[in-house]
């Protein structure tokens, strides 16, 4: 009995927890820029606030300013760069890995107290409304 229940649990185990041929993916949520933007401060990296971004090699999209943003599909296995532009030129980058967050879903946000993007598990950031 010992035998059976300790081949059962190694058996749970090697079983892929998605189908052959599909990788886990994760998602990346962009909550919209708090508008109006504070007054811009000489630490600010971005005065006219026409902000842009670019996740890996995805193409460049405008920072939503009413609705938040789903890039779905991202491989949780790679590293991911994220590269925050203000008028077309590159601001502020960095990149990141899935598994440095308990969670697959990610907030991507303009903290406008520190003038930073940073970017957050969905389940501390209530600002995130993807659907």
């Known amino acids: 009995m010992r035998r059976t229940a300790i081949a059962l649990i190694v058996a749970f185990l090697l079983i892929p927890t998605t189908s052959p041929g599909q990788s886990a993916r994760g998602s990346v949520c ?11 401060r000489p630490d600010m990296f971005c005065r006219s606030g026409k902000f842009s971004l670019k996740i890996d090699n995805l193409k460049v999209v405008s920072w939503p300013d009413k609705e938040s943003v789903r890039f779905a599909g991202l491989e949780l ?8 532009y203000c008028d077309s030129n590159p601001q502020q980058s960095f990149t990141f890995r899935f598994n440095e967050y308990k969670t697959t879903e990610l907030c991507l946000f303009f903290n406008d107290r520190y003038g930073t ?12 409304k993807c659907k």
């Not at 598990?121 to 209530?126: A, C, F, K, L, V």
């Open 117 to 128: 993007i940073q970017l957050w598990d969905t389940t501390r950031s209530p600002w995130c």
């Open 77 to 84: 296995d790679d590293r991911h760069r994220v590269v925050v």
């Open 30 to 40: 962009v909550a919209p820029v708090v508008v109006p933007l504070p007054p811009p």
